[in-house]
């Protein structure tokens, strides 16, 4: 995609409502907490983190670090795993995401994928770091989730793109 | 909007970078208090009803497509049904006989029991309990139930299915509770080998859904296909159910113990409807010299931390 169709596009969206964004979060929540089971609990991308990553590009002043680290309090308290563990996580990804919203208008789509790579391989490390500091091991197939949560996010940029856009076509 | 955004220089409230390092720091915290001390388990079970209605929604579609199979089921293979129907009916005459057996069995043990003075291995209640859904994380091999407080749950009770041991509760939220399974990564069962009593600790290995006997040494009289039974000598898991299968069994001379793998008696990965031991007969009481109080609570901290 283009510099100046991104550009372009962005002028003419219309703000986010806070229901769009919670809604989002929440169908990222659901969508975590399908019965995945084995290789397919692997695969899969955490959709959660690549919402946030999302809006903390887009919409840092509306969902920044602070939420983001409640989202992780709250898929700590869903995954019972540590408290803090997903929100340490999440809280690296949400600064990853604020810092990437300030570059946002300079890269396409395919640059965009590639820093979301590095984010989310960073958010699983710690993730990952964390548990191995207090279990002592860690599962290495673990990191396929971070390849999916990346190939998720084109798709989803597209999506979440579409939608905003829509409201504006309609008038 | 994004434009208009960059040029406010003064109200945005502290740099993302200071954000990140405040964050941090609060989620470190508690990751210590949590994983040191445990502190925050009602704060835990209160966050818990905010997130449950979405998890509560989350199991439906899996719920529906088990309540799809059935129906395809029951349509189209109702040989099979009526096949397994009789299987069933043979299964249970059989099971019918040796139950018939067993309190026979069970009425003499009571009686040499009486006659050398032992005391009565005390019967235990069952709940049966749904799993709601496992739990989404590679690195735990844990599944949530569901009943919870509200149904009497309490931490520390032993899950299992019509075959033998399944876990421990070890979280209990008012409607759900988590139960950690034995092939969890370190969980251990103390058990016998049931052909020569042997006692051992079987453990989970937590990558596969095996376990494996560790610290028996090369010499220990353990063959495959030997079942393993609990021993009810830690108070915590009623004696006498089957927990494990040895399937394989490795002596190498050149390290002090056997490398002994298991697998798992009950269907720990694969059962929906399982049964939690409640009203278990409690220890007597450890001699005078050594603190119970202290060894039991030691006892707890380790198998929580399990």
């Not at chain 2, 029991?113 to 590679?138: H, M, Q």
């Amino acid at each position: 995609m283009p510099y100046t169709a991104i550009h372009a596009r962005s002028e003419i969206q219309r703000p986010v409502s806070n229901t769009f964004i919670l809604t989002s979060v929440l169908v990222a929540l659901f969508l975590n907490g399908l019965p995945w089971e084995g290789v397919w609990l692997m695969m899969r991308p955490d959709f959660v983190a690549v919402v946030l990553l999302y809006w903390c590009m887009h919409k840092p002043w509306r969902l920044g670090i602070g939420l983001s680290w409640a989202v992780g309090i709250l898929a700590d308290v869903a995954d019972a795993s540590l408290f803090g563990q997903h929100a340490l996580a999440y809280t690296v990804l949400a600064f990853g995401g604020v810092v990437l919203n300030h570059r946002l208008q300079m890269f396409d789509l395919r640059q965009q994928t590639t820093h979301v790579l590095g984010i989310m391989a960073l958010a699983y490390s710690v993730y990952a770091m964390v548990h191995w500091l207090v279990n002592g091991y860690v599962v290495w197939m673990y990191f396929i989730g971070c390849l999916t949560s990346t190939l998720l996010w084109p798709p989803l940029c597209i999506l979440f793109q579409a939608m905003r856009q829509q409201p504006v076509e309609r008038e | 909007m994004e434009s208009t955004q960059s040029f406010r220089f003064f109200n945005r409230g502290p740099s993302p970078m200071v954000r990140l390092v405040f964050f941090a720091v609060l989620s470190m915290l508690l990751l210590f208090v949590d994983a040191r001390y445990r502190y925050l388990e009602s704060t835990r079970s209160t966050l818990s009803i905010l997130v449950s209605p979405i998890q509560r929604v989350a199991s439906w579609p899996g719920y529906l497509w088990q309540q799809m199979g059935d129906f395809y089921i029951t349509q189209s293979r109702q040989h099979n049904l009526i096949a397994e129907n009789e299987e069933l009916h043979r299964q249970h005459q059989f099971d019918a006989a040796q139950l018939l057996q067993l309190q026979a069995l069970q009425a003499e043990n009571q009686q040499l029991r009486n006659l050398v003075e032992l005391p009565l291995r005390n019967e235990f209640s069952t709940k049966s309990v749904e799993i709601s859904y496992a739990e989404r994380d590679v690195f735990n091999r844990r599944v949530m139930i569901n009943k919870g407080e509200n149904a009497d749950i309490r931490i520390g009770q032993v899950v299992m299915d019509e075959a033998g041991i399944v876990g421990q509760v070890t979280r209990v939220y008012p409607w759900l509770s988590e139960v950690t399974l034995i092939t969890e990564k370190d969980h251990a069962v103390p058990i016998q080998v049931l052909r020569n009593g042997l006692r051992a600790i079987v453990f989970g290995a937590g990558d596969t859904s095996q376990l494996s006997l560790r610290y028996m040494p090369v010499s220990a009289d353990v063959q495959n296909d030997d079942i393993l039974v609990t021993s009810g000598i830690d108070g915590t898991y009623p004696p006498g159910i089957p927990v494990a299968k040895v399937i394989k069994v490795e002596r190498d001379p050149a390290y002090p113990f056997a490398n002994i793998t298991c697998l798992p008696v009950a269907g720990v990965d694969n059962r929906r409807h399982l049964l939690v031991l409640s009203d278990l007969p409690g220890m007597p009481e450890l001699p005078a010299q050594q603190p119970a109080q202290a060894s039991a609570e030691k006892r707890t901290k380790i198998k929580r931390k399990n």
